[in-house]
């Protein structure tokens, strides 16, 4: 930090400055003099603003041109992303609809004190851009065209307006990863990784075509796996996205053919994939450190070897990592297969949730990047499950669904549980307790959850060069709704979070 | 207890007043720390411009609460806002790097979620936007003014002239 020896004000300030909360003053004449605010340095700005969240720089960013600047800056962005809690995005999750609406569920907990007769709307924060723009242009063009036709409704109703009908097959994207404040998305049907977002700011940039590749190995394929994955290298400011096709062959040969993609240039390099990695069924890719983790399952979801895939970024190699022996080492056959095992980032924090044994979910976190000794347990949320009674709970609870860490242990823990009705448990044992809240929408669906640090970082200044177009979704897809778009999501909380009712909620009794 | 006056470091602020502040307090103050080891012999009076006899006072009070580890009971809640930007400045004067976080986090909150006519009025700031431009920047992030904790614009309607 400067020190400031200019523009001190002179003593007789603090008797002549008014008292008056807000009060407006003309600045420019007293410029030496009087030391509101309007006078700070920028670099006294940013200090402020960077202590703000995220909804409150945006509307920052509307109050000036100088404050527009500051704020889009590119380091001011970086510095506001560490600080940043980690909030999830919502996403409806009905495979009949195109769901193209997230929603930022931050997760402060006074926010989920609604009381239990109220609901509190979410806001939806993006719209993910339409996989085929071209064809929506199309229409678009048809609806200028002709002022005053029809476009019929996906529920065949007739009427003027600019509902379009979407095919989920078509027009759906898939979610890979989020990845330093961007999400990749994909084709669901094979994975192929199509477009890099960033839900805040509204950019996205369409991925460059898949050029051919040559096909290796011609022996006859009895299994093939894609994963793609988005991944960001701190050195060299790059994200990279990485695509895999790996294909085990009849004569027990394995083939990969492995491509990346520098975001900002336009097409993908092949890369040679070492040969002497096998490579199992592949999940939760995680970003790290530089490098793509993935939690391998040898022979399946149900099969008993785990591990953890290690891809990194500069090197664009496969290493060798290691795991947690005790939550991938001996497990109990459990003839259900409910492997539940789930991996994230948290703050820098490779960390992995094992909810296998629902009686015992547990939160395991790499303290030290690359040292397998310093897996730690971080805590076992054994008391909270227990707590729900049930003789047997296998029978109420098939499993708690997924568990996401908020909080580093050190700033007291917490961890957000999620049950697949839409139950969502907020657990911050030190500060809150529990928190209980439902999530509803229009309609009864799942919702997709996709943990996610918003972030102001500009595509603009990640897409170095003009090979690739930034576009914006407000621009082009502004004007169009999907029936998907009337749909509400809400909070409530049905019940106040003490832990009987929480008992109650959960624990079914077998007589009736 | 016996304290030598090498332990104490005398600052006097601009309204005259001397404070006697541990060595330890004094180095926090990154600016009097600098002062004390570029001066060649002792000092015995270090003058802190823009510092305020009632700024010291809040000081010593942060120092003690964060010294008995309760540095997060310190509150500015009963500053209005001018004294409390004098206060940020001063902090910012003396390069005091733990009270000034606390202290531009406190005008954070003070600004959190509060409409952009009132955060211009805070700051003494004039839109320079023409009508189109910031029309424009609102719809790009339209999600923020979204929200029932958020305050609704009073001046909106005069954008659109």
Same mark, same amino acid.
């Given at each position: ?10 003593? =007789? ?11 407006? #003053? ?16 920028? %670099? ?16 920052? @960013? ?12 590119? %380091? !001011? ?27 930022? /569920? ?13 609901? #509190? ?27 005053? *036709? ?26 890979? $990863? ?13 994975? $192929?990784?199509?477009?890099?977002? $960033?839900?805040?700011?509204?950019? !996205? ?49 394995? +083939? ?49 070897? =785990? ?26 056959? @459990? ?22 044994? !629902? ?14 000794? +310093? ?26 669904? /997924? ?18 009705? $839409? ?13 209980? !809240? ?16 918003? +972030? ?19 621009? =082009? *897809? ?35 | ?17 001397? &404070? ?66 004098? &206060? ?11 009270? &000034? ?27 320079? &936007? ?32």
């Amino acid at each position: 930090m400067k020190r400031k020896k200019d523009s001190i004000p002179s003593p =007789r300030v603090s008797q002549r400055c008014n008292k008056a909360k807000g009060k407006v #003053v003309d600045e420019t004449q007293n410029h030496q003099l009087c030391p509101y605010f309007a006078n700070i340095p920028s %670099h006294l700005t940013v200090q402020i603003l960077l202590q703000l969240p995220i909804k409150s720089l945006l509307i920052c @960013r509307c109050v000036c041109k100088m404050w527009k600047t500051l704020i889009s800056e590119p %380091h !001011f962005a970086k510095s506001h992303f560490q600080k940043t809690p980690v909030s999830l995005m919502i996403r409806t999750n009905d495979h009949r609809r195109v769901s193209s609406t997230l929603y930022l /569920l931050e997760c402060e907990p006074e926010k989920f004190e609604i009381g239990s007769d109220n609901h #509190v709307k979410l806001e939806p924060i993006f719209k993910l851009p339409l996989r085929d723009a071209n064809s929506f242009g199309e229409k678009r063009n048809q609806i200028k065209n002709k002022s005053k *036709c029809p476009l019929l409704s996906k529920n065949n109703l007739c009427r003027e307006s600019l509902y379009i009908a979407s095919k989920p097959d078509l027009d759906k994207f898939g979610i890979v $990863n989020s990845c330093n404040g961007l999400l990749c998305l994909c084709d669901p049907s094979n994975g $192929n990784p199509l477009v890099i977002c $960033n839900p805040v700011t509204g950019e !996205f940039i369409r991925l460059p075509e898949t050029t051919t590749t040559p096909t290796l190995n011609t022996t006859r394929v009895t299994r093939q796996q894609r994963q793609t994955a988005l991944g960001f290298l701190p050195k060299t400011n790059e994200y990279k996205v990485i695509k895999m096709l790996i294909s085990n062959h009849v004569n027990d040969c394995e +083939s990969v053919i492995l491509e990346i993609n520098t975001l900002g240039t336009p097409s993908w390099r092949n890369v040679e994939a070492d040969s002497q990695v096998s490579i199992p069924l592949l999940k939760y890719p995680t970003c790290v450190n530089g490098a793509l983790h993935w939690i391998g399952f040898e022979g399946g979801f149900a099969g008993r070897q =785990r591990s953890i895939l290690c891809f990194c970024l500069e090197s664009e190699r496969f290493q060798s990592f290691p795991s947690p022996p005790q939550v991938f080492g001996n497990h109990n056959n @459990r003839t259900r297969g409910n492997t539940k095992i789930t991996m994230g980032e948290l703050k820098g924090f490779l960390y992995i949730c094992d909810s296998t044994f !629902f009686t015992d979910v547990t939160m395991w976190v790499m303290n030290e990047y690359g040292n397998g000794e +310093s897996w730690t347990k971080l805590y076992n949320i054994d008391p909270l499950v227990s707590s729900f009674g049930s003789p047997d709970p296998s029978r109420y609870l098939s499993h708690y669904g /997924l568990c996401f860490p908020i909080k580093h242990f050190e700033e007291g823990a917490a961890v957000l549980l999620y049950h697949p009705c $839409n139950w969502f448990i907020y657990y911050e044992p030190e500060k809150y307790g529990f928190k209980v !809240f439902q999530i509803h929408g229009s309609a009864p669906n799942f919702v997709e959850i996709i943990p996610h640090i918003p +972030s102001l970082i500009s595509l603009k200044h990640v897409v170095k060069g003009d090979n690739i177009e930034v576009q914006n979704i407000h621009s =082009r *897809c502004a004007k169009f709704k999907l029936h998907e778009e009337n749909e509400a999501l809400s909070l409530s909380q049905p019940i106040d979070g003490d832990l009987e009712s929480l008992r109650s909620l959960f624990y079914y009794d077998s007589n009736t | 207890m016996a304290s030598s006056s090498s332990n104490l470091i005398s600052l006097k602020t601009s309204d005259g007043t001397v &404070f006697k502040v541990e060595r330890a307090l004094a180095k926090t103050m990154k600016t009097v720390q600098a002062i004390i080891e570029e001066a060649d012999a002792n000092i015995y009076m270090i003058p802190i411009h823009n510092v305020f006899s009632h700024h010291m006072d809040m000081i010593i009070d942060y120092y003690k609460l964060s010294v008995a580890g309760k540095s997060k009971e310190f509150s500015v809640e009963k500053l209005d806002n001018d004294e409390l930007k004098d &206060f940020l400045l001063a902090v910012h004067y003396l390069n005091m790097e733990d009270l &000034f976080e606390v202290l531009t986090q406190a005008v954070a909150d003070r600004l959190e979620k509060k409409s952009v006519g009132y955060v211009r009025k805070y700051f003494g700031i004039e839109n320079d &936007f023409t009508p189109e431009e910031y029309a424009a920047i609102r719809k790009k992030n339209d999600w923020a003014f979204k929200g029932d904790d958020i305050e609704p614009e009073e001046d909106e309607e005069k954008q659109e002239e």
